[in-house]
């Protein structure tokens, strides 16, 4: 149940739509790339050489910056322009964002990140929204997520169904970033 103790927020950045939909094609390229051996490991160590990171970190926040990076390289677009602070750590995407964006309402958009804290920690999660569904529910593209694959798990990259009211496990929802070109 939405707990109203710990209202979540919406801050928006500006980023050009051409950015947005370019990194937003990268992110969707990704569904699919799977870990080596569940350990971060294999293709996902992609997203983590943008930060000089080896096989075995997480890679959710890194995941989410290297498709802004690849869409901005793609476009010939200074790196720059990319409207997230880069960094692997999610909270530093919501906090920065949370510095120079502007408060919105509450409410999802696709292309928005969706950030989630484990309480009194400095980790969480972040996920892209792929699809806006009813009743806070949405589809996401989750880099550092899991999937069951013919009876056994996996990890990777995939389209996840959340809810932007609902705890990720023990993870609460801290809020959301969004995005903006006028």
Not at 21 to 27: G, Q
Not at 68 to 75: D, L, P, Q, S
Not at 133 to 153: H, R
Request: hydrophobic residues 30%; charged residues 25%.
């Amino acid at each position: 149940m939405f707990n109203s103790a710990n209202a979540q927020n919406r801050y928006q950045l500006y980023c050009s739509h051409l950015l947005l939909e370019t990194s937003y094609i990268v992110a969707l390229e990704q569904v699919g790339t799977l870990e080596k051996s569940n350990k971060n490991d294999g293709d996902v160590v992609k997203y983590l050489k943008l930060f000089g990171f080896k096989s075995g970190t997480p890679y959710c926040a890194a995941g989410q910056y290297y498709c802004f990076y690849e869409g901005a390289k793609r476009e010939n677009i200074s790196t720059d322009s990319i409207p997230i602070i880069k960094s692997a750590l999610c909270l530093d995407i919501y906090n920065d964002a949370k510095k120079r964006g502007n408060k919105t309402k509450y409410s999802a958009q696709k292309h928005d990140l969706i950030i989630w804290k484990k309480p009194k920690s400095w980790q969480g999660h972040i996920e892209r929204i792929h699809n806006v569904l009813p009743n806070g529910w949405v589809e996401t593209i989750g880099f550092n997520s899991s999937k069951t694959i013919n009876g056994k798990k996996q990890e990777g990259v995939f389209l996840q169904r959340r809810n932007i009211l609902h705890p990720l496990g023990r993870l609460k929802v801290k809020g959301i970033v969004g995005f903006h070109d006028e």
